[in-house]
């Protein structure tokens, strides 16, 4: 005969046997589908001589444009950003011509996986250089007036920041937990992209993200872009 002890042990593991039960009953029952999905792209420029050749453009812009290093410099920019002084830069410079070639067969691709009724390919609207100094941060924005926004990274020394993207429905979250650190990507509030030379990123222009501070010793260069 069971001791009083022995008798309790067992009881007390009784309610975590039914739990387990209950959560193998329950998956198996459960139907759970994802909706309102956030795509976000990573691809690659897949050809080494147009990146160098871009770095070496950028890095030349980052000299010459006067007029953009004077904003950057007003608006406190750690670096140096054409975003506004310079809206032709594929008219100025083939090199971006043929970036933007690549990039209308990436947007294109992006906008078919999100199943967008275009009447017409998205075309590029507006396209701009950023060489970040270390210490330099890009606060949490999104890109109005624009369908797909993204990035090419063309250098990215050791210890660049990530680009962190935010869930959009944070502002209506209200009383929801926060997530475990261990569940998936999609269910997370914040993702950190980890960029590498040659990525482009996509994503919808209405996803606010943030360039985390540079903690590299070079700039870190990158060409943004917006499709509409
Ligand atoms: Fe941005």
């Not at 967008?116 to 210490?135: E, T």
Request: net charge positive; glycine share 6%; with cysteine.
């Amino acid at each position: 005969m069971a001791d009083a002890s022995q008798k309790g042990g067992s009881l007390a593991a009784l309610p975590g046997a039914i739990g387990k039960l209950r959560a193998s009953f329950y998956r198996r029952c459960m139907t759970t589908r994802r909706l309102f999905t956030t795509l976000f792209s990573e691809s690659a420029l897949d050809d080494p001589a147009l990146l160098e050749q871009l770095a070496h453009s950028c890095r030349t812009l980052a000299v010459d444009d006067r007029a953009g290093r004077t904003w950057s410099k007003e608006k406190g920019y750690r670096g140096y950003t054409s975003y506004a002084s310079l809206g032709d830069l594929p008219q100025r410079d083939p090199v971006f011509a043929d970036l933007v070639r690549a990039l209308n067969r990436h947007v294109a691709a992006f906008a078919r996986e999100c199943a967008f009724d275009l009447a017409r390919p998205l075309k590029l609207d507006s396209l701009w250089v950023n060489v970040m100094k270390r210490g330099g941060v890009h606060s949490g924005h999104i890109h109005p007036h624009s369908v797909v926004s993204g990035t090419l990274y063309v250098e990215v020394p050791p210890g660049s920041g990530s680009l962190k993207l935010e869930d959009p429905r944070l502002a209506m979250l209200m009383a929801a937990p926060v997530r475990r650190p261990d569940a998936s990507p999609d269910l997370q509030p914040f993702v950190y992209a980890e960029p590498t030379p040659g990525a482009i990123y996509l994503w919808e222009s209405w996803l606010r993200h943030e360039v985390m501070p540079s903690d590299a010793k070079d700039a870190r260069i990158s060409i943004s872009f917006n499709y509409r």
